[in-house]
């Protein structure tokens, strides 16, 4: 896909991509999130995200929300560990209230106390409402015990206590210390030129004074393998399983991301979901997912089912990993799941929010962005000596911590 990159001089990049739509998405993203945090301040990078909706230097809260809104566009957020993004979705002539928006959010936020003291309480009923979805809360539990003792391991939300003592020090200290500008990307795909994108955000992010990223990420430590139950208020067992993975630049990353397409990524024809769920029916949703990140990548694998089945179903999943090392793929197996792999990744394109997200991150991350038939050139060079090896290392279960939510009693 055609892109053009367009640094300022404070180092922020726009990326430009064309497409001939009367809707465009833009996005703004920071190579900064919850692992940036310390752990007396985990939640705040979540926290900030949450209040750049609340008051400009110009703006109150219903003002920032009906900038976009009155028109029909559609606004919002997410934190992960590495990231925090603000994106929309609008008709075209919006462009320049929408860019001029995400400057207003994200550098004149002005983080009134009693805003703060507000926006506290929704993210104490957000992380009470998280505990409460075991399915999704076994996650962040199972990446605290992988990455014990490092800020990958942390609950981006925090903890009742440490966001209870988020200041706007806080705040105003973590931004200057982590949105730097050469670490910002502010990406568009709609039916404009580039020369329409640079004058815009030329317009409105040129005088952001620079602030330029400085030292690396402190790696995590792999720690031994460990398995953990607990005991929850709960009706159905749930159970997590995995391992720390290749990073974003591991020649591997690509044979992994085939690797779990196959086993159980998107789509009902995964073999574990036709060998677990639909031949022997024993849990409703299993599951494989790898994130890659900058300096690691995770691995793992879900399932929930009645408690008296966990060990049968443990035991059927570990008889499929053992049939995967022992009998390497085909040339024709092989080509049939790099495929169906492709042709997901084509119908992602669709997406296009999603896509020039997704573009931001890489230029972040790679200074570059693939374009299709470099992605699906990686693929097919996947061979069958590199499928071998990476099955034999992340589906050994000796290699698999695990935790698992028990029903009481």
């Known amino acids: 896909m055609e892109y053009n990159v367009h640094t300022l001089p404070n180092g922020i990049r726009l990326l430009h991509v064309p497409s001939a739509s009367p809707i465009s998405h833009a996005c703004i993203i920071v190579n900064s999130g919850s692992r940036d945090e310390s752990e007396e301040q985990s939640g705040l990078a979540h926290f900030i995200e949450h209040l750049i909706f609340k008051r400009t230097e110009k703006r109150n ?19 992960t560990k590495e990231y925090t ?48 979805q075991p399915e999704e809360a076994i996650y962040d539990d199972f990446e605290d015990l992988l990455f014990k003792g490092h800020p990958l391991g942390r609950n981006i939300l925090g903890s009742e206590e440490s966001v209870s003592n988020l200041s706007r020090a806080d705040v105003k200290q973590f931004m200057a210390t982590n949105y730097h500008t050469d670490k910002i990307v502010v990406a ?3 039916d404009y030129s580039l020369s329409k994108l640079i004058r815009i955000g030329t317009k409105h992010f040129e005088a952001i004074a620079e602030n330029l990223s400085f030292g690396k990420r402190t790696a995590p430590h792999k720690n031994p393998v460990v398995f953990r139950t607990d005991q929850k208020p709960i009706t159905q067992a749930h159970v997590v399983m995995g391992m720390q993975a290749y990073s974003l630049y591991d ?40 994130s890659p990140l900058s300096d690691t990548g995770l691995f793992t694998l879900y399932f929930g ?36 792999f492709i042709g997901q990744i084509a119908l992602g394109e669709e997406n296009r929010i999603g896509l020039i997200i997704s573009m931001a991150k890489s230029l972040i991350d790679h200074d570059k962005i693939d374009d299709l038939q470099t992605v699906f050139d990686k693929i097919r060079a996947v061979s069958r000596t590199e499928m071998a090896n990476i099955t034999a290392e992340i589906l050994d279960e000796k290699n698999l911590s695990a935790l698992t939510f028990y029903p009481l009693g």
């Not at 550098?107 to 104490?124: A, C, N, Q, R, W």
């Open 61 to 79: 809260t219903s003002q920032i929300l009906n900038r976009l809104e009155s028109v029909g566009a559609d606004l919002n957020a997410y934190t």
């Open 85 to 132: 993004c603000i994106h929309a979705s609008f008709l075209n002539p919006y462009l320049d209230r929408t860019i001029e928006l995400f400057n207003d959010i994200v550098f004149h936020s002005t983080f009134p106390e009693e805003e703060m003291e507000k926006e506290k309480g929704v993210i104490l009923d957000e992380i009470a409402s998280y505990l409460d």
């Open 188 to 190: 568009v795909i709609g």
């Open 251 to 290: 020649p591997n990353k690509t044979g992994l991301l085939l690797l779990n397409n196959l086993i159980g990524g998107t789509g009902m024809s995964s073999i574990l979901n036709l060998q677990i769920r639909e031949k022997y029916g024993i849990a409703y949703t299993i599951e494989t997912s790898y």
């Open 305 to 340: 089912t009645d408690k008296e089945k966990v060990e049968r179903a443990k035991a059927l999943i570990f008889k499929e990993f053992k049939k995967l090392r022992e009998n390497p793929m085909t040339e024709l197996q092989l080509q049939k799941a790099k495929n169906k």
